[in-house]
């Protein structure tokens, strides 16, 4: 069988089973929402960080000068089951389209990822390039919005920024801002054949900035805070609680600092190779190697714990919220009645005339 085929009753299956489950049970994939209306007037105002802010305060619909709107809360299938036995009529609670489609593109785009386990195809490239589009315009629209205008139109023009884009931005005039901007505009000139050194500058520039800041922050982090709890006694009190003093000597943090102890100086000691690793210090030097095999293992662990999670939660959605197979949280199904068939079952099982020999048995 071709891959043409394969694909081929993959399709037919997968639509075969949505289309069974489309129509069996209560239906799959719904989103409800409940509208409320939200009214806020302004009650005065408040400083914050020198700078006077309006303050808002909910009030009843209908209220002059009142800013209104209605919001979209998204509640779950059982709150708008209820709703409708109460009142077939009612519009407060209803289906969200627009949400529903999201959860339809969602498990669409996760099951055109989970295609590469069979082999590279073009559902799982039409999803990469969908997420990585996405997400450069993502970025792109968030760096606009969080550096391009407050920083560099907001130092360069703060009135009409402040008037028109971003009222709450309280900008200064600071026209060093277009040292940065030249930069970056140096940046573009990479996407012109014959400009493209002009962009070796700013790269320049950011690259040895970047490695100065990322070297001073490392320096404090890991090797002067190293050293220091390195440096610490081996033997640790134990932490005071509360108002209550130190009770003295705690075991468990002791030796936790001699094993961080014995870890760095074993690791040091393999990576120093003036020495020949015999005697004591090859000994030490194993100590190292151990030591290091079991941070690289407990990292790639955690990794592959992560990566697990992310599939679960992959796999949650699915059954979850698209195909409505499992309801871990309750969301479609009514607690109570279930409680209640529960404790009809029990009631009819203490009325039973088998009771009383069960019970006789030690059942």
């Not at 940046?187 to 040895?208: E, K």
């Not at 100065?212 to 640790?236: C, I, N, P, R």
């Not at 990794?303 to 992959?314: D, E, P």
């Amino acid at each position: 069988m071709n891959q043409k085929q394969t694909w081929t009753v993959i399709f037919v299956v997968a639509a075969a089973l949505l289309t069974i489950r489309s129509f069996t049970g209560p239906g799959m994939a719904k989103v409800y929402v409940e509208d409320t209306r939200v009214s806020l007037k302004q009650s005065g105002e408040k400083e914050v960080d020198g700078v006077m802010k309006p303050v808002y305060e909910a009030v009843a619909p209908g209220t002059d000068g009142a800013i209104e709107w209605t919001a979209q809360s998204q509640v779950p299938p059982r709150v708008y089951y209820a709703a409708e036995a109460a009142d077939p009529s009612q519009t407060a609670i209803h289906l969200s389209a627009s949400r529903t489609i999201g959860v339809w593109v969602a498990a669409l785009l996760t099951l055109f990822i989970f295609s590469f386990l069979y082999r590279d195809n073009p559902f799982y490239k039409f999803a990469e390039a969908t997420i990585v589009g996405v997400s450069a315009a993502y970025w792109m629209v968030v760096g606009f919005w969080d550096t391009l205008m407050p920083k560099l139109f907001g130092s360069l023009v703060p009135a009409i920024v402040t008037a028109n884009f971003m009222p709450g931005l309280e900008g200064k005039s600071d026209y060093w801002i277009l040292v940065p901007a030249a930069l970056g505009i140096m940046l573009l000139c990479r996407l012109n054949r014959g400009l493209a050194a002009v962009s070796v500058i700013p790269l320049a520039f950011i690259v040895g900035t970047t490695s100065g800041l990322k070297f001073v922050s490392y320096v404090e982090s890991d090797l002067l805070a190293q050293t220091a709890s390195t440096m610490k006694s081996l033997l640790v009190a134990a932490p005071a609680i509360g108002d209550q003093p130190s009770t003295g000597f705690s075991m468990e943090l002791s030796i936790k600092q001699a094993l961080l102890f014995i870890g760095v100086v074993s690791g040091l000691v393999y990576f120093f190779f003036s020495v020949e690793h015999k005697g004591v210090v090859g000994k030490t030097a194993r100590v190292g190697v151990w030591y290091l095999m079991i941070t690289f293992g407990a990292a790639f662990g955690f990794t592959v714990m992560g990566r697990i999670a992310l599939f679960a939660a992959r796999c949650e959605f699915l059954f979850d919220d698209w195909l409505w197979l499992i309801d871990p949280t309750q969301n479609r199904v009514v607690v109570e009645t279930a409680v209640a068939s529960v404790n009809a079952l029990v009631g009819a099982m203490a009325s039973s005339p088998w009771m009383p020999a069960l019970s006789a048995l030690g059942c």
